[in-house]
Structure formats: C-alpha cells, structure tokens
C-alpha cells in the first residue's frame, strides 16, 4: 500500500474586498492608529501592560 502524498489543493473562498470596506477611511484610520499605539505602548512598557491587565 502506497502512502498518499499530502494535501496539495485546498479551496479557499476569498473575498475581493477587505475588512474595511464600507466603513469610513477616517474611522479605519483612527482604528489602525490606535492598535498600533497600544502594541507599542505594551512593547515600550511590558511591566505597566502586565499591570492593565490586572497581573
């Protein structure tokens, strides 16, 4: 008995369009800032990160 080789084709749906389509480009905007903000703020200051969420 042969070994069957690995999954090669896998069908994804994908959408032509991207998550902040309908929504306002100053709200996607604002939105993408801010959670970058957070990311660096939580990089620069780990222990004060840890201690927002209540360690």
Do not use: C, H
């Not at 100053?26 to 840890?50: H, R």
């Amino acid at each position: 008995m042969a070994i069957q080789p690995p999954l090669q084709e896998l069908s994804i749906e994908t959408a032509d369009s991207g998550f902040y389509t309908n929504f306002n480009r100053v709200v996607s905007l604002a939105s993408k800032i801010a959670i970058a903000l957070i990311v660096i703020w939580a990089a620069v200051f780990p222990e004060q990160a840890g201690k927002a969420l209540g360690d």
